[in-house]
């Protein structure tokens, strides 16, 4: 879909956050720091934090998004709660403002749908956050195995429970990445997902198995939970003749390739970049906005990740036998937690 609102690439764009809790005071820190880019303020409900990460990042601060509007903006990044996603796109989208929105896209397909239906009458660029694309190892990944026949894909995506509990489990937190992983990698749809899920210790779901079919005949499957001490970030691709292996924290990616007959094979370090996944979405983002041309990851990718998502948690297998728009996934405000400002999420 081209996109019918430009901005000239000569002119400096101005680009708000709404919301600059813990992830969106990354958004402004990054924005902040973009060429061609005017971090023209913040917005806050939480005035103060509000003016915690305007007066650090020399910009205004505000407690509303229509103080925020009335700035005057060209694009905006949202990164308030997923509840809250699909009303402040559709107050940005209203004012021809772009709009960058955090995964998930929004609580339910429905509300989804109507961001992407929104942007299209508008003709303002609509990308979701799905960041793990841009991180420099799942790019060396998506890189080694384009053209390739993949046949299966594994990802471990496990941790402690967060510092601050929200009301969503490990599905919509975390699998929901992977998920997308999973699209963008096979260029397909997941069309069968069987899960199996159990709340060990939390009130949501804290362990996920889920495993998958794409359209295209891929086998995937995540392993996600909040109840492994450390950190792990894996992917595993099969394909007819590579098997890459990469660990997103570390960012080192391997592949063995040259099969023989006796068992033997070869194997290599590969290249990866050093680029911050967030500053890289961010300059994603902002081209497409110059451009006039689709994002990388579009309004349709955060809703068709979301849609597995919610049918992972309803237990549904067949994807095809599903309704369009998918019961609500509650995804309520949560208790603050004590955050240090500016922590990588
Ligand atoms: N891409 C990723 O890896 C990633 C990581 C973490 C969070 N997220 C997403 O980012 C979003 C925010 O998550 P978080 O962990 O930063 O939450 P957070 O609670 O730390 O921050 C949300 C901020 O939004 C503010 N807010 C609430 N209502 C508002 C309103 N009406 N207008 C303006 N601001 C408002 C809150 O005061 C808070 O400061 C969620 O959608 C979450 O899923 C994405």
């Not at 958004?27 to 913040?42: F, K, Q, S, T």
């Not at 942007?119 to 841009?134: N, Q």
């Not at 997308?180 to 939390?202: H, R, Y």
């Not at 990866?272 to 041309?293: N, Y």
Request: glycine letters at 8%; one cysteine or more.
């Amino acid at each position: 879909m081209l996109q019918t609102v430009k901005t000239n690439a000569s002119t400096v764009l101005r680009v708000g956050v709404v919301g600059v809790g813990v992830m969106g005071s990354n958004h402004a820190r990054v924005l902040a720091e973009l060429p061609g880019v005017v971090l023209a303020g913040v917005a806050d409900m939480n005035r103060k934090q509000a003016h915690h990460v305007g007066s650090t990042l020399g910009c205004p601060a505000v407690g509303s998004i229509e103080e925020l509007l009335d700035r005057g903006v060209d694009a905006v990044s949202i990164a308030a709660p997923t509840h809250l996603h699909r009303d402040i796109a559709l107050a940005c989208i209203a004012r021809g403002v772009h709009v960058l929105v955090e995964k998930p896209i929004a609580s339910t397909v429905a509300e989804g749908d109507d961001i992407i239906a929104a942007a299209r009458r508008a003709g303002v660029t609509l990308m979701i956050g799905h960041v793990e694309r841009f991180n420099p190892a799942v790019q060396a990944i998506a890189e080694a195995i384009r053209g390739e026949d993949i046949l299966s894909i594994a990802i471990t995506r496990v941790g402690p429970f967060p510092p601050r509990m929200s009301n969503v489990g490990v599905v919509i937190d975390l699998a929901v990445h992977d998920i997308d992983l999973i699209c963008w990698f096979t260029g397909s749809k997941i069309v069968e997902v069987q899960p199996q899920l159990s709340n060990a210790v939390a009130e949501r779901e804290d362990i996920a198995l889920l495993q998958f079919r794409t359209a295209s005949g891929v086998l995937a499957h995540i392993n996600t939970n909040w109840l492994t001490p450390f950190k792990a970030r894996t992917v595993h691709v099969a394909t007819k003749r590579k098997y890459v292996i990469g660990d997103l924290l570390t960012r080192q990616v391997t592949e063995c390739y040259g099969f023989q007959p006796d068992g033997s094979y070869s194997m290599r370090h590969l290249s990866v970049g050093h680029a911050e996944p967030l500053r890289a979405e961010l300059m994603a983002f902002i081209k497409s906005v110059r451009e006039g041309a689709p994002p990388p990851v579009t309004g349709e990718d955060g809703v068709a990740s979301l849609a597995v998502a919610i049918q992972c948690l309803d237990g549904r297998t067949d994807t095809e036998l599903a309704p369009k728009s998918l019961p609500v996934v509650e995804v309520a405000p949560a208790p603050r937690r004590t955050r240090a400002a500016f922590v990588h999420s």
